[in-house]
């Protein structure tokens, strides 16, 4: 265990601080996307079928009134489908950007190190160079599994919405 924790260690000693923040990031982004599957994959589905029992339990489905009501309860189960989903995609969108940074202030490094020890010296602009790739790498995959979690949650909640609006249906009078 400590062999793991000091790996850690050294890989954001050599990514840099920017590597620090990328990371909570990530660790943030799939707290919030594991929230949201448990929600899709558990919770909902007693959250609609309470829904719908509702909705067979009324006797007037046909009405204005009806149709409101109706709207109502998908509109609600909607914002309760999309939750966190807009902050995912923002947390996705974030992380190439902190990367950038990481980029950017590893370069820094470099051109800081050349002014001082001039530009042949490869091995101590080294320090640098990783400084500007690792932090850029992390933020790439950390939006890559972000795309493809978003993307899977929100053809999720989308589905989910459609199933309950199939489920309650208006009854029409012929």
């Known amino acids: 265990m400590t062999e793991f924790l000091e790996a850690i260690r050294d890989f954001t000693e050599t990514g840099g601080q920017v590597l620090l923040v990328i ?35 009324r006797e007037d489905r046909s009405s204005w009134y009806a149709e409101q009501i109706r709207q109502k309860v998908i509109s609600r189960l909607s914002i309760q489908l999309s939750g966190s989903i807009p902050i995912i995609q923002a947390l996705v969108a974030l992380c190439p950007l902190l990367g950038l940074m990481g980029t950017v202030t590893g370069m820094i490094e470099v051109f800081d190190v050349m002014a001082i020890s001039g530009s042949g010296n ?53």
Request: proline share 1%.
């Open 23 to 57: 990371g909570l990031l990530i660790f943030v982004m799939w707290l919030l996307i594991l929230e949201r599957a448990l929600y899709l994959l558990i919770w909902h589905k007693n959250f609609k079928s309470a829904a719908i029992a509702e909705w067979k339990a």
């Open 122 to 174: 490869a091995r101590s602009m080294a320090s640098g160079v990783s400084k500007a790739t690792i932090p850029t790498m992390a933020g790439m995959v950390g939006a890559l599994s972000g795309v493809f979690a978003a993307t899977w949650l929100n053809r999720m909640a989308k589905s989910e919405r459609t199933h309950l609006e199939d489920a309650i249906t208006i009854k029409r009078n012929a």
